[in-house]
């Protein structure tokens, strides 16, 4: 048995330390924060309890292989992971609506609409590389598995690496929409010249594999991780920020732990600051962010209302524009999801 820490308690360190604990080893996860969650946060406003950060639950089949995984390795496999998860996903009736120029249009483009027959052959062509991305994602970057999938998207995108590139070279799309789909490459927090072809495709994904959110908001993903992780044996540690990660050894404001292994549930740049415990280098490029307002309405919207709405900017190459200078955008160019 291996002693392993885990640094960091979003999603990625919860999972990381849940599949490591269920193959056996001694693991002690620590978290800064005095929540799990990292970028999934839950708060409350005026008596209403509201989830912050991720809003849709993608790739159900990355959460189901893990699940496998764990009852794969479990050494008390008396409760399946199924039912210690328990999270209960709603699939939603459309990926978002989105506004633009004076367009509306849903995704997937409804029939009757102008973009509906480009939409319909971007889909076509988009749509089925979903379990192949899901492969990529439940795969070693370098295992033989994902050989035919990488074959896959080499064929489609070709030699147009970037989702601007792959886009414009899709002459036929209208130009609107090609706008909508582009614009989620602001997930990533960068424009679209810097965002890999594969993200070009996401929208036909998620508009043929389906978006959901579990029953009470996305937080109940890091609830439920945060259950199996301690079914696994997890030791959670919340409030205690790990300052220096050095060579068997992990050092936090409390105490320092010995480790046969490390594993970051960290963002790159952090991580590089605490190797060797030097102080955090600023990025090169910096990414986009938000002002995010949550009230609690005294009236509930109307019921046709999409649950994900994306009010796309005037001009988003004059947002894109902005964002490579590292410079703040001028309100047309602004975003609103
Ligand atoms: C506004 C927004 C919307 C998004 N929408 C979606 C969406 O709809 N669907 C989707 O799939 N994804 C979405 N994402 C992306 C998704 O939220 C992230 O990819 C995911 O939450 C990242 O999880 P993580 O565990 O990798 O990192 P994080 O959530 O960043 O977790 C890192 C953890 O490490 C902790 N930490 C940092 N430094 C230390 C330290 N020194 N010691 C100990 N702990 C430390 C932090 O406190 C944090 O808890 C969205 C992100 C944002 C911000």
Redesign the pocket.
């Known amino acids: 048995m291996s002693r392993v820490v885990v640094?960091?308690?979003?999603?990625?360190?919860l999972t990381a330390a849940a599949l490591s604990a269920s193959a056996g080893h001694a693991v002690t996860l620590?978290?800064?924060?005095s929540t799990?969650?990292?970028?999934?946060r839950r708060i409350e406003v005026a008596g209403q309890v509201m989830d912050t950060?991720?809003?849709?639950?993608?790739f159900p089949a990355v959460w189901q292989e893990l699940l496998r995984r764990l009852d794969d390795s479990s050494h008390s496999p008396s409760t399946a992971a199924e039912d210690t998860a328990s999270l209960n996903l709603e699939r939603l009736p459309e990926v978002g609506r989105y506004y633009f120029r004076g367009e509306v249009c849903s995704l997937p483009v409804p029939p009757g609409h102008p973009w509906h027959s480009a939409w319909e052959r971007f889909a076509a062509l988009h749509g089925p590389i979903g379990p192949d991305v899901t492969r990529l994602l439940t795969t070693a970057p370098m295992a033989r598995d994902a050989y035919p999938s990488l074959a896959r998207m080499g064929k489609l995108y070709g030699n147009r690496l970037s989702t601007r590139s792959y886009l414009d070279s899709l002459t036929w799309l209208p130009d609107g929409l090609r706008e909508v789909i582009a614009i989620h490459t602001l997930?990533a927090g960068v424009s679209p010249s810097r965002t890999p072809a594969l993200y070009a495709s996401m929208p036909a994904v998620m508009a043929q594999d389906g978006v959901w959110v579990p029953q009470g908001g996305?937080h109940e993903l890091v609830r439920a991780l945060e259950r199996l992780a301690r079914a696994a044996g997890v030791d959670v540690r919340t409030d205690?920020?790990?300052?220096e990660l050095g060579r068997g050894h992990v050092r936090?404001t409390q105490k320092v732990y010995r480790a046969d292994a490390l594993v970051s549930?960290?963002?790159a740049g952090?991580l590089e600051g605490?190797l060797g415990g030097r102080a955090p280098r600023p990025p090169r490029k910096l990414s986009c962010s938000?002002v995010?307002v949550y009230a609690a309405l005294k009236q509930p919207f109307p019921a046709d209302t999409s649950r994900h709405s994306v009010v796309l900017p005037e001009d988003p190459a004059a947002l894109y524009a902005s964002l490579e200078a590292q410079r703040e955008p001028a309100v047309k160019s602004r975003v609103v999801v």
């Open positions: 640094v960091g308690g979003g999603v990625a360190g620590l978290e800064a924060n799990l969650g990292g970028k999934s950060g991720p809003s849709l639950f993608t997930n996305v205690e920020p790990v300052l936090t549930g960290l963002d952090r605490l938000a995010a």
